[in-house]
């Protein structure tokens, strides 16, 4: 099999760790073809990550502007071609742009009938919006891509890959972590997840303004609950996002509401023993597991990956409060969720949606080469 992936935004926060992802899996799985990357300014961040990649991944690169190439090339760059070989020679393209700058992107690969892969903070209805505006025709199929649930590989593989779906969005860091814990959960008589996840004002690069002492409440719902709500749509959410002046990791304080008895126990089971979910012990030997950032550099210290913090799992306490309320169980919960690398196994198995993979095989295969675990922390964790 051959099938060349170009990547926008190669050195973006999920979209640099999706390239080492996919390279992995290419290799694992003999998926021959090359990994493309498209340039913009030559700053010393794109440079160095250029370099790794290369090292380690062998990427090809690209050129989105001219007047660039003379700096690239100073740096000891080899560029292949500019915007147009880039989509020519790439016959799935991630684009990994912030919010709002995809459209471009995505008419590109309408003409050169590329598959696209979307991240989860674009607007899919903005970028229809947008190519009406340009009169660009959309394709049929495109067009209801466009308009489709979101893409989480884990419960929607299969309807994707039947629907021969050319683009797709891939849920968002939070929305990932919501939709593996209602994965698990649903089969105990699930109806609903309410509370408030805490997100980070903003990437450990980003510079942004923030009172450190203040936690910004959103006004209503966030994004993430919605989200899900595509894809599990017999589980109701009311999720309100917060931004709190931290950078690592997202946390989510949720209730989980269940038709009848449903014990700690029964949850932390269902968890464990979903695909990249790990449940953290509270108690430990006479030590607790409370503050974030000791559980995050605690489980990362043990795993060997290529970018630093890089954790695929959702983290999730052991210390849940069950309260009974009539005919109705409320579990409240503590996740944690490492943003800028929950959503990358997802990403992988987009591209592998195009490369024709079948679902029964590609979530073992996903985790086994990128070394994905689930279980309890640190005794009990399969791949």
Same mark, same amino acid.
């Given at each position: 099999?051959?099938?060349?992936?170009?990547?926008?935004?190669?050195?973006?926060?999920?979209?640099?760790?999706?390239?080492?992802?996919?390279?992995?899996?290419?290799?694992?799985?003999?998926i021959?073809?090359?990994?493309n990357?498209?340039?913009?300014?030559?700053?010393?961040?794109?440079?160095?990550?250029?370099?790794k990649?290369?090292?380690?991944?062998n990427?090809?690169?690209f050129?989105?502007?001219?007047?660039?190439?003379?700096?690239?090339e100073g740096?000891?760059?080899?560029?292949?071609?500019?915007?147009?070989?880039?989509?020519?020679?790439?016959?799935?393209?991630?684009?990994g742009t912030?919010?709002?700058y995809?459209t471009?992107?995505?008419?590109?690969?309408?003409?050169?009938?590329?598959?696209?892969?979307?991240?989860?903070?674009?607007?899919?209805?903005k970028?229809?919006?947008?190519?009406?505006?340009n009169?660009i025709?959309i394709?049929?199929? $495109?067009?209801d891509?466009?308009?489709?649930?979101?893409?989480?590989?884990?419960?929607?593989?299969?309807?994707?890959?039947?629907?021969?779906?050319k683009? !797709?969005?891939?849920?968002?860091?939070?929305t990932t972590?919501?939709?593996?814990?209602?994965?698990?959960a649903?089969?105990?008589?699930?109806?609903?997840? #309410?509370?408030?996840?805490?997100?980070?004002q903003? /990437?450990?690069? /980003?510079? #942004?303004?923030?009172?450190?002492?203040?936690?910004?409440?959103?006004?209503?719902?966030?994004?993430?609950?919605?989200?899900?709500?595509t894809?599990f749509? +017999?589980?109701?959410f009311? $999720?309100?996002?917060?931004?709190?002046?931290?950078?690592?990791p997202?946390v989510?304080?949720?209730?989980f %509401?269940?038709?009848?008895?449903?014990?700690?126990?029964?949850?932390?089971?269902?968890?464990?023993?979903?695909?990249?979910?790990v449940?953290?012990?509270? +108690?430990?030997?006479?030590?607790?597991?409370?503050?974030?950032s000791?559980?995050?550099?605690?489980?990362?210290?043990?795993?060997e990956?290529?970018?630093?913090?890089?954790?695929?799992?959702?983290?999730?306490?052991?210390?849940? %409060?069950?309260?009974?309320?009539?005919?109705?169980t409320?579990m409240?919960? #503590?996740?944690?969720?490492?943003?800028?690398?929950?959503?990358?196994?997802?990403?992988? +198995?987009?591209?592998?949606?195009?490369?024709?993979?079948?679902?029964?095989? !590609?979530?073992?295969?996903?985790?086994?080469?990128?070394?994905?675990?689930?279980? !309890?922390?640190?005794?009990?964790?399969? !791949?």
């Amino acid at each position: 099999m051959r099938n060349n992936v170009g990547f926008v935004g190669f050195d973006g926060t999920e979209c640099k760790r999706a390239i080492f992802a996919i390279h992995s899996v290419k290799e694992g799985e003999s998926i021959s073809g090359d990994l493309n990357v498209l340039l913009r300014s030559p700053h010393a961040r794109a440079k160095s990550m250029l370099s790794k990649q290369k090292r380690i991944c062998n990427v090809r690169a690209f050129l989105s502007d001219k007047k660039d190439k003379n700096k690239w090339e100073g740096a000891g760059v080899v560029i292949e071609g500019g915007l147009q070989e880039f989509f020519d020679q790439s016959d799935v393209v991630a684009i990994g742009t912030p919010a709002g700058y995809e459209t471009p992107y995505v008419q590109s690969c309408i003409s050169h009938d590329c598959r696209a892969i979307l991240m989860g903070g674009a607007s899919r209805s903005k970028i229809r919006e947008d190519l009406a505006n340009n009169r660009i025709e959309i394709p049929e199929n $495109i067009d209801d891509d466009l308009k489709k649930e979101f893409f989480f590989g884990l419960s929607n593989f299969e309807k994707f890959l039947n629907s021969g779906s050319k683009l !797709v969005q891939c849920t968002s860091c939070n929305t990932t972590a919501i939709s593996r814990a209602v994965l698990a959960a649903q089969p105990l008589g699930l109806q609903a997840v #309410v509370g408030n996840l805490d997100r980070r004002q903003g /990437d450990p690069h /980003d510079i #942004v303004r923030v009172s450190p002492g203040a936690v910004q409440f959103g006004q209503g719902v966030g994004h993430q609950g919605k989200d899900a709500g595509t894809i599990f749509d +017999e589980v109701r959410f009311s $999720i309100r996002a917060s931004k709190v002046p931290t950078t690592v990791p997202h946390v989510h304080h949720l209730s989980f %509401i269940f038709q009848g008895d449903v014990t700690p126990d029964q949850l932390k089971d269902r968890l464990s023993r979903t695909n990249r979910v790990v449940i953290v012990p509270y +108690e430990d030997e006479g030590r607790v597991h409370d503050w974030t950032s000791e559980i995050l550099e605690a489980f990362v210290s043990s795993l060997e990956r290529p970018i630093s913090p890089e954790i695929y799992e959702l983290l999730i306490s052991d210390a849940m %409060i069950p309260f009974s309320l009539g005919d109705y169980t409320l579990m409240q919960t #503590v996740l944690m969720v490492e943003q800028m690398s929950v959503p990358v196994p997802n990403y992988v +198995e987009a591209y592998l949606l195009f490369c024709g993979f079948a679902a029964e095989k !590609v979530h073992s295969l996903v985790d086994r080469h990128l070394g994905c675990v689930h279980g !309890v922390w640190p005794d009990n964790l399969s !791949v």
